[in-house]
């Protein structure tokens, strides 16, 4: 049976739990790609599914219209919700660079109200020539006046992001929302569980070194026995061969009976046929929780190794895969923890007897930690499962995560970082060979009490667009527990793309400007102003018909002559008077979010809105990792806050300029321009954002998600996360659920 039990060991799933980086690797098993868990060097959200080879894709729009074509770049208008090929307005150096792209760029074009224009052109300072053409124009217009303002849009709300998601999640939150021919949960939670186990399935007989059933050998010699047992725990990094086998099982006797217990137990054997390893290795958590004592064994060539001194180099190797964290943590509190070491150095009969021989080392479980680059995470995770200092759930996933992200293992499944993770926590889901990375990690974080961790980890700003979707590094340095989400995550979707529900969103307009409604104060001198510039209108026909009837009346022809006079003053000096009338304060404005690629100047940007450069736009402060900010500089206002120009920075000049000869899948230099805040921010994406997704709060700003839209499979990529003031929040508009990709729209076509 012995024979057997080694046998059977040659399973991938034990080198799964086992294996770290550089062990033997079952090509067959699909073993052959080794992946290293930290660092960038894990794409991420890489789709799981291979591309399409299909030129022809479909999309139904939110009123259920049909749209067919080959893939490119488009829009969904907010003005009637069809898909709309994507124009970007951009810079005149972008329009002369050029750089690789796959959408259409426009020259900018203003948009500011004609008779404001005519009336700023005449009044700049350059030339007085211009007065009379422009006074004579306005004339022509006053004729007919027309207000700068028109009906306010969309309720005084930005515009719409009129997007529908109608497929099936590849996993709901709520089970009754799964398609019917697959349902694949059962029981009222939503996501199907992992039993626990309360013993292990097999178990090693320290006197005879055979393999038990645990049920068998109840039902022969009595339920009531207390089947205690020793845990031994090793890496096949040191551990591979049979002879190997052979010599755990002898320190599994020995640690057996030096802890006065009948059993031990060792993966190499216990983990059952490889029709139950897989089964047996989800539940090894439960095997070590319910472990007498934990052993650890540990092999190399250390030369004369001298008591009380052991070699750190193999308890880093030792600890550097990705399934110790179970056995560390969940190991009994009551006793150190003995490590046997086995001396590469020696022949093979004297390694077993001098390990054997020699007392273990034992160290308490605190000290574990420094061995390990990691140490501080390891120590918090030591005290959380100690009872000295708790952790929350959120900390508790989040500071696990980062310990596993750390490590190596020979990938057996895309989720074997979320099913080592899952071994901590309470709630277990099933392994699917089909989860990737991403969908195996949000399936254990709708199954458990994660307080919302998918919900905050949306909100996150990585350091860099390429980052893991388990780092959990902000941009500004906020941690998880200062996200506030006002979303709900109610499914995960095909393509590691997670369904989100209650955000709020609004349409960002890449292919020009449009007018502006503002709104000031009905001051006097604008009440005077209005009645003056009205006064032509309505004395010019009167004066006209004076002097037609009064030619034999040199009284009338005095009063015809004055009222035209008086007509061709107030035309004269018009482009003051709609000065005065039109370039006021704004106390508010339509809501409007504009798009630009590259960088302009304020005070252009200004003139194609409004017409005339008056200051009214500012810088963002703190709103993307471009903004700048700095003291005001005023005599009387020493602390008050003040964007910057942020081109007026070397390090943010030079990246424009980078962007200027990027690829197609480089980031790229845009400016957003939001009318209702009158702020101005330049970001960094891959693509041109189509969307704005808010989707929580923290330090008094709103988390807003800039999102590109592929068509083809409705899916919305965050490219960059900005953050915005409160009150911009409340003036977007609910939209329907909506499939998003943590990842950016480039990485998928990579």
């Known amino acids: 049976m012995y024979a057997a039990s080694v046998a059977s060991t040659e399973h991938p799933l034990i080198e799964r739990h086992n294996a770290v980086d550089g062990a033997h690797v079952d090509e067959e098993a699909g073993l052959s790609q080794v992946i290293k868990l930290s660092g960038v060097l894990l794409p991420l959200l890489t789709p799981s599914q291979p591309k399409s080879t299909s030129t022809h894709f479909y999309h139904r729009d939110f009123l259920k219209r049909e749209f067919s074509g080959p893939r490119d770049d488009r829009f969904i208008s907010p003005k009637h919700g069809h898909l709309t090929a994507l124009r970007v307005q951009s810079s005149g150096k972008v329009l002369r660079a050029q750089p690789a792209a796959t959408?259409?760029?426009?020259?900018?074009?203003?948009?500011?109200?004609?008779?404001?224009?005519?009336?700023?052109?005449?009044?700049?300072?350059?030339?007085?020539?211009?007065?009379?053409?422009?006074?004579?124009?306005?004339?022509?217009?006053?004729?007919?006046?027309?207000?700068?303002?028109?009906?306010?849009?969309?309720?005084?709300?930005?515009?719409?992001?009129?997007?529908?998601?109608?497929?099936?999640?590849?996993?709901?939150?709520?089970?009754?929302?799964?398609?019917?021919?697959?349902?694949?949960?059962?029981?009222?939670?939503?996501?199907?569980?992992?039993?626990?186990?309360?013993?292990?399935?097999?178990?090693?007989?320290?006197?005879?070194?055979?393999?038990?059933?645990?049920?068998q050998w109840r039902k022969d010699h009595g339920s009531g026995i207390a089947m205690e047992y020793v845990f031994v725990s090793y890496t096949s990094q040191h551990f591979r061969t049979t002879d190997d086998y052979m010599m755990l099982h002898a320190i599994g006797k020995h640690a057996a009976e030096a802890a006065q217990v009948k059993f031990y137990w060792v993966g190499c054997s216990c983990l059952g046929s490889p029709e139950e390893v897989e089964e047996n290795v989800w539940r090894i958590s439960d095997v070590i929780r319910g472990a007498f004592q934990v052993v650890v064994t540990v092999a190399g060539p250390i030369g004369m190794k001298q008591p009380g001194r052991l070699p750190d180099n193999?308890?880093?190797?030792?600890?550097?895969?990705?399934?110790?964290?179970?056995?560390?943590?969940?190991?009994p509190e009551h006793d150190d923890i003995s490590i046997y070491t086995v001396n590469r150095s020696l022949d093979r009969r004297s390694q077993i007897e001098e390990c054997l021989s020699t007392p273990p080392d034992q160290i308490n479980r605190r000290n574990f930690s420094r061995f390990w680059e990691d140490d501080k995470n390891v120590g918090q995770l030591i005290d959380h499962y100690e009872g000295s200092v708790i952790l929350s759930q959120l900390e508790l996933v989040i500071t696990a995560l980062r310990c596993l992200g750390a490590r190596h293992t020979t990938q057996y499944l895309p989720g074997d970082l979320s099913y080592a993770l899952m071994g901590l926590l309470r709630q277990r889901p099933n392994a699917r060979k089909s989860d990737s990375a991403f969908q195996a990690f949000?399936?254990?974080?709708?199954?458990?009490?994660?307080?919302?961790?998918?919900?905050?980890?949306?909100?996150?700003?990585?350091?860099?667009?390429?980052?893991?979707?388990?780092?959990?590094?902000?941009y500004w340095e906020a941690s998880l527990w200062d996200i506030y989400p006002r979303t709900q995550v109610c499914g995960i979707g095909k393509n590691d793309t997670i369904i989100l529900d209650g955000a709020r969103a609004a349409n960002i307009r890449w292919k020009s400007f449009d007018r502006v409604i503002l709104r000031g104060n009905d001051t006097v001198r604008r009440t005077i102003v209005r009645l003056t510039i009205s006064f032509p209108l309505l004395v010019l026909p009167m004066a006209i018909v004076v002097l037609a009837i009064g030619t034999d009346f040199p009284s009338q022809q005095a009063i015809g002559g004055t009222m035209l006079g008086i007509?061709?003053?107030?035309?004269?000096?018009?482009?003051?008077?709609?000065?005065?009338?039109?370039?006021?304060?704004?106390?508010?404005?339509?809501?409007?979010?504009?798009?630009?690629?590259g960088y302009v100047p304020l005070d252009q940007i200004e003139r194609h809105l409004f017409g005339v450069d008056l200051g009214r736009l500012s810088w963002s402060?703190?709103?993307?990792?471009?903004?700048?900010?700095?003291?005001?500089?005023?005599?009387?206002?020493?602390?008050?806050?003040?964007?910057?120009?942020?081109?007026?920075?070397?390090?943010?000049?030079?990246?424009?300029?980078?962007?200027?000869?990027?690829?197609?899948?480089?980031?790229?230099?845009?400016?957003?321009?939001?009318?209702?805040?009158?702020?101005?921010?330049l970001f960094t994406a891959v693509k041109p954002p189509v969307a704005v997704l808010c989707c929580g709060g923290e330090g008094g700003m709103q988390r807003a998600l800039l999102c590109s839209y592929d068509w083809t499979d409705n899916t919305l990529y965050r490219e960059t996360v900005l953050r915005m003031e409160t009150r911009a929040y409340w003036k977007m508009s609910p939209v329907a659920r909506v499939r998003l990709a943590l990842g950016t729209k480039a990485q998928k076509e990579m």
């Open 103 to 215: 959408w259409n760029r426009v020259a900018i074009k203003g948009k500011g109200p004609t008779i404001v224009r005519i009336a700023n052109w005449a009044l700049r300072k350059d030339s007085i020539i211009r007065w009379l053409p422009a006074s004579g124009a306005l004339a022509i217009m006053l004729l007919n006046p027309l207000p700068v303002t028109t009906t306010v849009r969309n309720n005084g709300f930005y515009e719409p992001f009129l997007y529908r998601d109608w497929q099936y999640p590849y996993d709901a939150r709520n089970p009754s929302e799964n398609p019917p021919s697959s349902i694949q949960h059962s029981g009222r939670g939503p996501i199907d569980q992992i039993e626990r186990a309360s013993e292990p399935k097999y178990l090693c007989l320290a006197e005879t070194m055979r393999v038990y059933n645990v049920a």
């Open 567 to 597: 007509a061709a003053l107030i035309c004269l000096f018009s482009p003051i008077m709609v000065n005065w009338l039109y370039n006021g304060k704004v106390w508010a404005a339509q809501p409007w979010f504009f798009g630009i690629e």
């Open 314 to 331: 193999l308890l880093r190797d030792w600890g550097n895969r990705v399934w110790i964290l179970p056995e560390l943590f969940l190991s």
């Open 621 to 681: 402060t703190t709103a993307s990792p471009l903004s700048k900010h700095d003291v005001l500089q005023h005599p009387y206002h020493k602390n008050y806050c003040e964007g910057q120009n942020p081109s007026s920075y070397q390090d943010v000049a030079a990246r424009i300029e980078r962007a200027l000869r990027s690829g197609a899948s480089e980031e790229k230099v845009f400016t957003l321009v939001d009318t209702y805040t009158m702020t101005v921010t």
């Open 442 to 474: 949000a399936r254990l974080s709708l199954a458990n009490d994660s307080n919302r961790l998918l919900e905050r980890l949306i909100c996150l700003l990585p350091e860099s667009p390429f980052a893991p979707w388990y780092s959990f590094k902000d």
